[in-house]
């Protein structure tokens, strides 16, 4: 029932951009808070950003200034935009429901130099 669908990873060089979308379904999207996670080899998942219901955005310290988490509730999407990407940022990127264990399948993200 509940579902989310990344899009928009891909191949990219060191100090480009990326815009991820991760559309949403099954669920009140509006009253949650929503997150971008990854998970690169051999690294543990980290927290890459949330965004709560109304607005107020976290980010992880690796990419604070770098990347922007925002909302659209009325296509219910939320959006991760990626800019001056380094090769660190490897990773496939996971799109959450915050307060519950609901995951989208990922998306690649490779930064190449």
């Known amino acids: 029932q509940v579902q989310l669908v990344e899009s928009g990873g891909g191949l990219v060089q060191a100090g480009g951009s990326l815009r991820l979308s991760c559309a949403a379904s099954?669920?009140?999207?509006?009253?949650?808070?929503m997150g971008w996670y990854r998970q690169a080899p051999g690294k543990q998942r980290e927290l890459v950003a949330t965004?709560?219901?109304?607005?107020?955005?976290n980010y992880g310290d690796s990419v604070r200034g770098r990347f922007t988490i925002s909302r659209d509730n009325a296509k219910k999407t939320v959006y991760l935009q990626m800019n001056s990407l380094k090769t660190e940022d490897t990773a496939v990127y996971y799109c959450?429901?915050?307060?519950?264990?609901?995951w989208g399948p990922g998306t690649q993200v490779t930064v190449s130099s």
């Open positions: 099954g669920f009140i999207f509006s009253i949650n808070a």
């Open positions: 959450k429901v915050v307060y519950v264990d609901y």
């Open positions: 965004i709560s219901s109304t607005g107020i955005t």
